[in-house]
């Protein structure tokens, strides 16, 4: 396909000429500056709400627990954050464009370029240029990482946060969505031609101005759209359909560790209920005690006096039979055995647990990457 021309003044008489790749980069390199002084149009990247005319694509999802470090028996309760990007992919109108011109050898003519001339040449290298890797080039394009790439000047977008709790507070881990604002090498415009409409069929050739060359901003911002090339998606894996490279480092959220852990601590609280209690038990015991019947032998013996004086005793006789009574007082004994208790009972007990400890280590609840689309 025809690329566009310019005019060369090497020649004698001054000449038109076929522009040359690095030539092309001047156009290229124009159209980008334009690119990346606006940042609410179709391209550009941005964190929030998803606007009207632009289009989500991914999100960084922050967990961090409620509970710090040691915390014991542990709760699975977690806050979450969502930072939702999106990308703007309005199509935009191209009306009032001014177009290069090429030599077209099918008519053997000079005419304006068709966007599939146009966009074989200039806006094919713009877009090589945009998502370029290499420290030189790549302006207009974002990188997802905690500190300013290299090469050129990069601007901070947005921040993320990975929020980690800790024993009192929340610490955290930012990544920075980076715009290059600038590259390292700076291409010198080499003006391609245009048509310039003298009215009533007068028509000359003219270069075009530097503010028409910015204007071809607008087909390359419809051209990233229509080509997928300077997309990006927000995700794990790289997406599925094109060739995408990680723009920028990986990002985790990192998030405390829940697991069963023995610890050792204190209860104290009431109990109320039933309990056997078993051990000796010593009271004093206060009643009648009922007997029964007593069997034995009675024998008597009567003194005897003889004119006064004692003579001994003199034998009386035999009783047998039968005595019943009873005895009243007290007894005080011990008791041994078990016996059931009712009542409330507060106390403290120390020992050793088992149960779910939220750790000092952490562990990646996921991970997200920028993807750009270079092919």
Do not use: C
Not at 67 to 83: D, K, L, N, Y
Not at 139 to 154: A, E
Not at 163 to 183: D, E, F, G, Y
């Amino acid at each position: 396909m025809a690329r566009p021309l310019k005019i060369d003044t090497s020649t004698s008489p001054v000449s038109l000429k076929e522009m040359t790749d690095n030539e092309m980069r001047g156009i290229s390199y124009k159209i980008l500056q334009e690119f990346t002084s606006n940042d609410t149009t179709t391209g550009m990247l941005g964190i929030g709400s998803t606007p009207s005319g632009a289009t989500s694509i991914g999100s960084f999802v922050d967990t961090s627990r409620t509970q710090g470090p040691g915390t014991h028996p542990a709760g699975t309760s977690v806050t979450t954050i969502i930072s939702n990007f999106y990308q703007r992919t309005a199509v935009l109108s191209e009306s009032g464009t001014t177009l290069p011109i090429d030599f077209d050898s099918g008519v053997g003519g000079i005419q304006e370029q068709s966007n599939t001339e146009l966009n074989e040449h200039i806006m094919r290298r713009t877009l090589t240029m945009m998502t370029s890797t290499a420290d030189n080039e790549g302006m207009g394009q974002y990188r997802l990482q905690p500190n300013s790439p290299t090469g050129g000047t990069w601007g901070q977008m947005a921040v993320m946060q990975d929020r980690i709790k800790t024993a009192s507070s929340i610490s955290t881990n930012n990544t920075v969505l980076w715009k290059r604002q600038t590259q390292a090498t700076a291409y010198s415009i080499v003006r391609p031609l245009k048509v310039l409409d003298g009215g009533a069929g007068d028509d000359s050739l003219k270069e075009m101005t530097d503010t028409e060359v910015k204007a071809l901003v607008t087909k390359y911002r419809n051209r990233i759209i229509s080509s997928g090339i300077g997309t990006y998606k927000v995700q794990q894996n790289a997406p599925a359909g094109g060739t995408w490279v990680r723009s920028g480092l990986a990002f985790d959220d990192d998030i405390r560790q829940r697991t069963n852990q023995n610890y050792t601590g204190s209860y104290s609280g009431t109990y109320s209920g039933t309990r056997t209690y078993s051990g000796n038990y010593a009271g004093a015991y206060t009643g009648t005690y009922s007997g029964g019947t007593f069997a034995g032998s009675y024998i008597r013996y009567t003194p005897a006096y003889y004119g006064g004086r004692y003579g001994g005793n003199v034998f009386g006789g035999y009783f047998t039979g039968y005595y019943t009574g009873y005895f009243t007082g007290s007894y005080t004994g011990y008791y041994s055995g078990s016996r059931t208790y009712s009542a409330n009972y507060t106390g403290s007990y120390s020992g050793t647990y088992t149960g779910a400890t939220i750790q000092t280590a952490t562990q990646v609840a996921s991970q997200v990457s920028l993807w750009m689309r270079t092919a």
